[in-house]
């Protein structure tokens, strides 16, 4: 079955790049998505990628994608204290009405 | 755009009452809604995945007569808790995605069930 693992926790200061780390192992993983939780708040999609594509930028996110080690991260550059959030990696095997599969999430922390 | 609302937010009620919880796509057709349920500091377990006029499809371990989902139209989704008990307090969180979405799921903001 699918399986998504994320480390628990990362703290960074304020100013400084952070980086999300994610691992998979379904190679038939086709979507790739990042995800914010707020602290009593619902899912904020942040980015996704295709499995096709190996990096994608949007403004501070950077998605990078190792499919051969099935490798996802996300780095957010100037982190801001506003970042401080659960993120969560996700995949699926097609569009989105499909099963989507979470990852166990990544609390960031920000330190001002 | 792709906004998804929950309602009620937070609900508190006693042990072996049900309780209903609405998940609506503002301003698109969810052709697809899941139900979500997470425990403090987890991940999102899903619970069933819903299409509109069928039934839904339950994930294993998830008991289809406790959780009762009924997606009537192309934007309304519900979660019916029948004889709630303590074990079931969670955060349950609903989400919908349309036909032609690559974008994935979108997230309603989640209603915080305390059973007591």
């Known amino acids: 079955g699918e399986d998504v693992e994320q480390s628990l926790f990362l703290s960074v200061r304020e100013g400084d790049s952070s980086v999300i780390n994610c691992t998979y192992t379904?190679?038939?993983?086709?979507?790739l998505y990042w995800y914010k939780q707020e602290p009593g708040a619902g899912l904020q999609l942040l980015t996704y990628?295709?499995?096709?594509?190996d990096m994608k930028q949007d403004q501070r996110l950077t998605v990078l994608l190792n499919k051969k080690d099935k490798h996802l991260s996300l780095r957010i550059a100037d982190t801001q204290t506003g970042d401080s959030a659960i993120y969560f990696c996700?995949?699926?095997?097609?569009?989105?009405?499909?099963?989507?599969?979470f990852g166990t999430g990544t609390k960031l922390q920000v330190i001002p | 755009g792709a906004v998804v609302s929950q309602h009620p937010s937070r609900v508190i009620c006693k042990s072996g009452t049900s309780v209903k919880i609405e998940c609506r796509s503002l301003d698109f057709q969810a052709t697809t809604m899941f139900w979500y349920r997470q425990f403090p500091k987890q991940s999102l377990m899903l619970m069933a995945t819903s299409n509109e006029g069928s039934k839904a499809t339950y994930e294993q371990g998830v008991e289809k007569d406790k959780f009762l989902i009924n997606h009537a139209s192309l934007t309304l989704s519900t979660l019916t808790v029948t004889s709630a008990h303590p074990e079931d307090s969670s955060f349950y969180i609903c989400s919908a995605s349309y036909v032609t979405g690559t974008e994935g799921q979108f997230f309603g903001p989640g209603t915080r069930l305390t059973v007591l």
């Open positions: 379904d190679s038939s993983s086709t979507y």
């Open positions: 996700a995949e699926s095997k097609s569009r989105g009405y499909q099963k989507v599969t």
């Open positions: 990628i295709f499995s096709n594509m």
